[in-house]
Nanobody, 129 residues
């Protein structure tokens, strides 16, 4: 059974930073061959794509972000440790949400939650004004 576990959430003032981590383990999951994503869900809203990093290829991995976090958030992966990270800087109150990491076995990385096969339980990020 594949497991994803997020950590690093918390309460921070606007303008501050947090670094989310996600550890993967178990099952027949091959970390380096998986596309990884971060999503978030605010109260009363649907799950929103935040960032993705593609599977490892000969040219490395590519990244993609939702416009609202470009220049503030950075997604990265450590294939030796089976981990994915989300560095969040210049946080805003509207970034407040539960953040989820997810893994996809699709050939191409996508922003659609339904294309991701495995999900973590989420970690709360609260940004105060």
């Amino acid at each position: 059974q594949v497991q994803l576990v997020e950590s690093g959430g918390g309460l921070v003032q606007a303008g501050g930073s947090l670094r989310l981590s996600c550890t993967t383990s178990g099952g027949t999951f091959t970390f380096s061959r998986s596309n990884l994503g971060w999503f978030r869900q605010a109260p009363g809203k649907g799950r929103e794509f935040v960032a993705q990093i593609s599977r490892v290829t000969w040219s490395g991995s590519s990244t993609y972000y939702v416009d609202s976090v470009k220049g503030r958030f950075t997604i990265s992966r450590d294939n030796a440790k089976n981990m994915v990270f989300l560095q969040m800087n210049s946080l805003k109150p509207e970034d407040t949400a539960v953040y989820y990491c997810a893994a996809s076995r699709e050939l191409a990385a996508t922003t659609t939650p339904s294309t991701y096969d495995y999900w973590g339980q989420g970690t709360q990020v609260t940004v105060s004004s």
